[in-house]
């Protein structure tokens, strides 16, 4: 089993940082592992936007990754896969 995990850093001075992860259950590869966790930040990111109060304010989301197979993997995929 693998872990993908992500730490969401809200710009708001007042929001509490999140922890977000999901359990890959089965044998991994770390290109995948990373994968997943770039589309777990996507999800939290877009939770974290509906549940916002200001739905007027634009918010800038930035991810970063230091894999660039899957950062490359994550900008070509042009169908959603569920993970």
């Known amino acids: 089993m693998c872990c993908a995990a992500v730490i969401i850093l809200p710009l708001d001075t007042e929001a509490k940082e999140m922890e977000v992860f999901e359990v890959i259950p089965r044998i991994t590869d770390s290109i995948e592992a990373e994968i997943t966790a770039i589309a777990v930040a996507l999800e939290a990111a877009s939770e974290l936007h509906r549940s916002s109060t200001d ?21 070509q995929t042009t169908e959603i896969i569920p993970y």
């Open 55 to 75: 739905s007027c304010k634009k918010e800038n989301v930035i991810i970063l990754s230091d894999c660039k197979s899957a950062i490359t993997t994550a900008i």
